[in-house]
């Protein structure tokens, strides 16, 4: 298959992904926001955060690196705004690549070294978490059965 066939055949499957996820932002912004006016969870945030992510990383392979790095810092935002780390650390990662794309090699190794960053905090965070449910549960089970058989 040549490249102009490979690209008539890619573009149209890019623009419907895009517009998928368009729609689904128009439906998050304007559907959720206005007609519920729920209250500004985490979870809506990480959902957001994740579409403006998503967005950028089409624009990205459609070429528009503007439009991109505009999408992925409005999710970083958000993240940072919600210590949103999992979606933080993806979002520095698309950063870095897009900046490795554009040949700028300071912004990505300061982008991948925040990554980094993040990383290291949902490392800490997920020993945290193992160290709660390995320690901590099974020793609130033991005196919870110790208790009922009194």
């Given at each position: 298959?040549?490249?102009?066939?490979?690209?008539?055949?890619?573009?149209?499957?890019?623009?419907?992904?895009?517009?998928?996820?368009?729609?689904?932002?128009?439906?998050?912004?304007?559907?959720?926001?206005?007609?519920?006016?729920?209250?500004?969870?985490?979870?809506?945030?990480?959902?957001?955060?994740?579409?403006?992510?998503?967005?950028?990383?089409?624009?990205?392979?459609?070429?528009?690196?503007?439009?991109?790095?505009?999408?992925?810092?409005?999710?970083?935002?958000?993240?940072?705004?919600?210590?949103?780390y999992e979606q933080l650390y993806r979002g520095?990662?698309?950063?870095?690549?897009?900046?490795?794309?554009?040949?700028?090699?300071?912004?990505?190794?300061?982008?991948?070294?925040?990554?980094?960053?993040?990383?290291?905090?949902?490392?800490?965070?997920?020993?945290?978490?193992?160290?709660?449910?390995?320690?901590?549960?099974?020793?609130?089970?033991?005196?919870?059965?110790?208790?009922?058989?009194?």
């Amino acid at each position: 298959m040549k490249k102009n066939n490979l690209e008539e055949f890619l573009c149209p499957n890019i623009s419907l992904k895009y517009l998928k996820f368009l729609w689904s932002l128009m439906i998050n912004k304007f559907f959720i926001f206005n007609f519920f006016s729920l209250p500004d969870n985490v979870e809506k945030q990480d959902m957001l955060a994740r579409l403006f992510s998503n967005l950028g990383l089409v624009k990205e392979n459609l070429g528009d690196y503007e439009t991109s790095l505009n999408l992925y810092e409005k999710s970083i935002k958000i993240c940072q705004k919600y210590d949103l780390y999992e979606q933080l650390y993806r979002g520095y990662i698309s950063k870095a690549s897009l900046s490795e794309k554009q040949q700028k090699h300071q912004e990505t190794i300061k982008h991948y070294n925040l990554a980094i960053e993040i990383a290291s905090k949902l490392f800490y965070f997920s020993l945290f978490m193992a160290f709660k449910v390995l320690v901590v549960v099974p020793k609130v089970m033991y005196f919870f059965f110790v208790l009922n058989r009194i």
